[in-house]
């Protein structure tokens, strides 16, 4: 990784403020990594046995692990995560996906799971632990924006949710999505 380790991001020691050059994510030398995801302040990766891991900024859980919170319970402390650790422990990952302050992962049995913080955030808390997201199977990639996201099935049809103040869900509207919703239109796709 390079660029600004700022919150950890680069996964590289706290003391490293910058990389101008590609360097090893030490944490990850001994695995054999296939794919990565970067979000608004974190990483995600998994490696070629299906274990995923996260590091960089975890206010809203994005990584896995429980945000601190302050004394009086209201609002996360920032909990930066700098060396990459596992995640998403209990599933088998094929892809993963990581959005501004959230985190997705595809299994390699065709599911869709996620953590971090959900879009309307008022819908659900906040969560660390990985949730299955309902009415998704036999996905075949996924796809995350800062707050929404999409998943395409093998039966090529994609699915839409999360933020859509811009109609980035496809709906022809502007109301955000909890749960996904077809985005119609696309019949003609072919993959």
């Not at 997705?104 to 913080?117: A, F, I, N, S």
């Not at 103040?165 to 509207?173: K, V």
Request: with cysteine; glycine share 14%; aromatic share 8%.
């Amino acid at each position: 990784t390079w660029g600004w380790n700022q919150r950890g991001t680069l996964g590289h020691p706290p003391e490293t403020k910058t990389e101008s050059s590609p360097g090893p994510v030490d944490a990850l030398a001994g695995f054999k990594i296939v794919q990565a995801a970067i979000g608004g302040w974190h990483c995600l990766a998994v490696d070629d046995k299906g274990r995923a891991y996260a590091w960089g900024g975890n206010e809203y859980g994005q990584c896995g692990e429980e945000p601190e919170r302050k004394e009086d319970g209201t609002r996360a402390l920032r909990r930066d995560i700098p060396i990459p650790q596992r995640c998403a422990l209990k599933l088998k990952v094929r892809q993963v996906a990581a959005g501004g302050t959230h985190s997705v992962v595809l299994t390699q049995e065709g599911h869709v799971w996620t953590w971090g913080q959900p879009w309307p955030p008022g819908d659900i808390k906040q969560i660390s632990t990985p949730v299955r997201v309902q009415g998704l199977e036999k996905v075949r990639v996924i796809a995350v924006g800062a707050f929404h996201n999409l998943a395409l099935t093998e039966d090529v049809i994609l699915w839409a949710w999360g933020n859509n103040e811009y109609g980035q869900l496809g709906t022809g509207d502007t109301q955000p999505r909890s749960q996904p919703i077809r985005v119609e239109g696309l019949s003609d796709l072919s993959l």
